[in-house]
Structures are given as C-alpha cells and as structure tokens.
C-alpha cells in the first residue's frame, strides 16, 4: 500500500472524488518506487473547482482587511502544526534531502505567508487624485499552475498574496510532486478559510492545465514551469483575453569580476548549482570568469562539487539528493554527454550515478571548463547540477555573454568594487541581480526578462499580479 494515498480533491470546502477515476503513482526518485498514489482530475473536474471559487468570489471579495489579515495568521498557526508533514512529503516526492525539505523548502510556507501578511497591512486599496477614486480590486478567480522543484515555495507565493488580496482559486500541481499541495489543502482547510476560496484539483498539462488556462470563468491564470509550457498555457489563454502571468526558464550567469572574489563567487555559485540536485530556475550554471583565473576557477568548483554529500534523501548528513524523475535523469545525463561531444573540458562528474548509488535518480556534480556560450549546454536549461566555466576577455565581452541567452531570470555579480559591480547589474537582462552573494529578500520581487516569463512574483509587485484598477470618476468634488 502506499504511504501517501490522496485520490480526492477539495473543491468547495470538501473533499470530493473525481468525475472520472484515473489514477497515477507518486514515484520516490531515491528509490524509484511508488510512494503515493493521486487521481488525475479532468475538465469536468476544473468546472466544478471553478463553479466553486467563483460562487465564493463574491462575498470574499468584499471581506474587510482585517479579516483576511486574521486568516492568514490561522494559516501560519495551521502551517506550523503540518510543518515536519510538510517536510517529510516533499522529501518523498521530489527527492529534496531532509535538511534541506526541513529549513528551505518547507520554511518558505511561513516566510511567504508572514511576508504576505506584512503587505496586506501595509497596502492601501484606495487613493483619490483629485475627484476621482481610484480603487485597486481583486481580480477574481485565479488560476494557478506550480512546478515541482520548490513546490511550496511556488504554491505559496501565489495562494498567499491572492488569499491577501481578495481572490479566489483553483490550483494544479505538479502531478510529479502532488502530495505538498495536499498538505498544503489540508492546512488551508484547518485555518478556516471560507469554502471555495481554495480549491484543488491534481491532474497534468493536458487534462488539467489547459482546463485551467481556457476557462472562461477564470480571470488570471499564474503559470510557473518551463518556457514551452508557458507559452502553451499563454497560447490558450488569449481565447478567453485573461491576465497571464509566467515564471519561466532561466540560464542565469555568475559574473566574477577579479581575483579578490574568485573564490567567494566560485564558492557560492558552486554551492547554489549543486543545491536542490540543480532544479532550481535561478542557478548560476554559467560561470564568466576573466581568461587568465579560468584555470583557477575550473579548480575552486571541483573542490566545492566534491564536498557534495549525495545519498538518501532522508539522511541528516545528505546534501544532495536525486533528480525529481526518469525523464529529468535522461535529460540531464543527454546534455551532459552532449557537453563532452562539442568539446568542452570535463573537469569532474559526467555521465552515470555516482559510485555506490545503483537505485534511484542520482547524478554526480558535474563541472565543464572552456565552454564557449554557442555550446549546447551553455545555451539549454539543464535543470541538474551542471556548471559550465566559460572564460572572458574583457568586461563588455562578459556582458555580452552573460546577456547572450534567450532567458533573462536572474543574474549574480561578484566584484571587489562594488560601483563596478552596480554597473555591471545595471547593464544586465534579468529580472533579479544578486551582487556579492545577498540573496533571499522575501520582499523583493522576482521574475524575469525575454522568454524567462512575464510576471513578478513576491514583494507588492506580487500582490498587485492579483488586483485590477478601477477609477470612480466624480466620486468627490476636485479639490
């Protein structure tokens, strides 16, 4: 039997079962086992999730700040009694070790909602220029489509700013790591919020996510995942003229600007590659390094990659885990042999698990030297702990290279000047430049540039991705 068995949905306040029984295993990518079991939902499913928010739209829509300032810190006090839950689910489902399910992914549930809360107090709804009011209001019923990389993370940071601002939603995760969302479900049903505000339905892009996108009775659809897939949830989206809002791809370049901040940058950067087996959207998998401290830096990332600790995710002692599925293990071992084809220098890693691990979806941190930007695994998101060392001559030719992609998410400067280095970020095509290793500001919006999507997500630039605006023209006399 399996540990995790969620073949109901919650549309309405309830836990219902589908139109249509399908079901699909949960398979833990450590052991290459079926650790859950979910039904897949269809468009019969998504009318009902939709029918549901839209009937609670009305009257949520018109709660006072107060009220939803209330219901939100129910959700935190219900969030912290599920918390080792929580954890413990997405260390089974994508493979996340259990410190890292324990202090970062599971963590940002409370930093999302706490940060939430803080706006909300702080947001005002109303401004009146002259005789006109003008009123910012929720949008309506949002529909939300989540990855399974930082499930949490990405389920949070559009249920919470939406619960914020007066919505109501229906929400597909990702059937490849579907049980947090239904913890996360479960702690929504225990803070109170009002039945069919939040609803649930599991199921894939085909049967659910292209639901969710043409439903002409959803107002927004946010969409995170991968660029092909954003643009097919965009492409079906324009028939119903909806707000599409997309956190995509990324290629995101480490920029090291002198010697002072090699080994610091190369570090750092090498860290955050290898961290989350590299699934995460904002990875530096580029490292610019100026020609001369290639060889050096090529050194200093080996050195980092193999204090990566690789093994059974449920260990205090494992750093890094395996990679979500079969699919993402194929895909990456692809690249990596296709780094080796087009003859870039293999300094550690390659193909193949790593030794001792036969079962499961591990890789080996890998690390490509004198990789030119034109090289396939410089130019594709490898989505696995893949860095590729690419050297510069000079300071216009990194700028170039770091901008030389079609992704434009984030972007890391390390420099011991740091007028240099704000000119550097200054001059790059990302929606988020981290300088010197300051990274996790809860407050800040994140989001990207060209096809690394079209929205932003955090901070009040997030909260206003779920508000309309309205003018009331002669609401007062003109001063």
Same mark, same amino acid.
């Given at each position: ?134 009123? #910012? ?90 660029? #092909? ?222 096809q690394s999507g079209n929205g932003r997500e955090s901070g009040p630039e997030g909260l206003e991705e779920f508000l309309e605006t309205k003018a009331v023209l002669g609401y007062s006399e003109a001063a």
């Amino acid at each position: 039997m399996a540990e995790y068995e969620y073949r109901k949905f919650f549309i309405g306040g309830e836990w219902v079962d589908p139109a249509e029984p399908r079901e699909l295993d949960v398979i833990n990518p450590a052991t290459e086992k079926p650790a859950g079991v979910i039904s897949l939902g269809g468009a019969g499913d998504v009318d009902r999730a939709v029918a549901a928010a839209r009937k609670a739209f009305a009257a949520y829509s018109r709660s006072s700040k107060q009220e939803r300032l209330k219901l939100i810190d129910a959700f935190i006090a219900a969030y912290k009694a599920r918390y080792n839950d929580m954890a413990a689910a997405i260390t089974v489902e994508m493979g996340a070790p259990k410190g890292l399910s324990t202090k970062a992914q599971a963590a940002m549930g409370v930093v999302i909602a706490k940060t939430a809360r803080r706006l909300l107090e702080n947001f005002e709804f109303e401004e009146q220029r002259g005789g006109t009011l003008i009123r #910012r209001e929720p949008i309506g019923v949002c529909g939300f489509i989540t990855p399974w990389n930082w499930p949490i993370n990405q389920i949070g940071l559009k249920v919470l700013p939406a619960l914020a601002a007066g919505c109501a939603m229906v929400l597909k995760p990702s059937e490849i790591a579907p049980l947090s969302g239904v913890v996360f479900a479960e702690v929504i049903e225990a803070a109170g919020v009002p039945a069919g505000v939040f609803n649930l339905v599991n199921g894939d892009g085909p049967g659910v996510g292209q639901a969710i996108a043409g439903h002409p009775d959803i107002d927004m659809v946010s969409f995170t995942g991968s660029t #092909r897939g954003g643009i097919a949830v965009a492409a079906t989206a324009a028939g119903t003229v909806k707000r599409v809002s997309q956190e995509l791809g990324g290629k995101s370049p480490n920029l090291i600007l002198d010697e002072a901040s090699l080994e610091k940058g190369v570090i750092n950067g090498m860290r955050n590659v290898c961290m989350n087996t590299g699934q995460s959207c904002n990875a530096p998998t580029r490292l610019l390094v100026p020609t001369e401290l290639h060889d050096k830096a090529v050194e200093i990332s080996v050195a980092s990659a193999a204090r990566a600790r690789i093994g059974d995710p449920g260990s205090e002692s494992t750093t890094m885990g395996p990679l979500v599925s079969e699919a993402q293990f194929n895909k990456v071992q692809g690249l990596i042999r296709k780094g080796i084809e087009e003859g870039a220098t293999l300094a550690t890693g390659g193909p193949g698990r790593p030794d001792g691990l036969e079962k499961g979806y591990f890789v080996k941190p890998t690390v490509f030297g004198n990789v030119s930007n034109d090289m396939t695994i410089a130019r594709e998101e490898i989505f696995g702990p893949v860095l590729c060392v690419i050297p510069y001559d000079n300071l216009d030719e990194a700028i170039a290279i770091a901008n030389d992609t079609e992704y434009g998410l984030a972007a890391y400067v390390w420099g011991d000047d740091l007028e240099q280095a704000r000119g550097v970020a200054a001059q790059l095509r990302a929606g988020q430049v981290c300088l010197n290793g300051q990274s996790g500001d809860a407050s800040a919006p994140f989001g990207g540039y060209k096809q690394s999507g079209n929205g932003r997500e955090s901070g009040p630039e997030g909260l206003e991705e779920f508000l309309e605006t309205k003018a009331v023209l002669g609401y007062s006399e003109a001063a």
